[in-house]
């Protein structure tokens, strides 16, 4: 079992920048295969970036490609979400999500995902 705590929301401009974390707890983090989703009011929540164990992988939404960065640091149990070049559009809650080794699905799918943090909220500004 692993319990996930998202931080690093916040109010920014058009154009700015944020990194948010997901802290997790447990000592098989590095088993993890993590995702980033977001969920804007009204919508459904939708993929945005995931990483494998090692980190050598990392998977994006097209809508964010070569402006968010995924990464993460398994000595921290830490996941991590770089995100540059903010549009109003990127404007929802971010969730971090677990998925246990061995478990199928396709990365971009939330049904592969078994644990999920609380949410932290991303605002942009225009």
């Known amino acids: 079992q692993v319990q996930l705590v998202e931080s690093g929301g916040g109010l920014v401009q058009v154009g700015g920048s944020l990194r948010l974390s997901c802290a997790a707890s447990?000592?098989?983090?590095?088993?993890?295969?993590m995702g980033w989703f977001r969920q804007a009011p009204g919508k459904e929540r939708e993929f945005v970036a995931a990483?494998?164990?090692?980190?050598?992988?990392?998977y994006y939404a097209d809508s964010v490609k070569g402006r968010f960065t995924i990464s993460r640091d398994n000595a921290k149990n830490t996941v991590y979400l770089q995100m540059n070049s903010l549009k109003p559009e990127d404007t929802a809650v971010y969730y971090c999500?677990?998925?246990?080794?061995?478990?199928?699905?396709?990365?971009?799918?939330?049904?592969?995902?078994?644990?999920w943090g609380q949410g932290t909220q991303v605002t942009v500004s225009s």
């Open positions: 990483i494998s164990w090692s980190g050598s992988s990392t």
């Open positions: 447990g000592r098989t983090f590095s088993t993890y295969f």
């Open positions: 999500a677990a998925s246990p080794l061995g478990r199928s699905g396709t990365y971009y799918s939330t049904e592969r995902y078994d644990h």
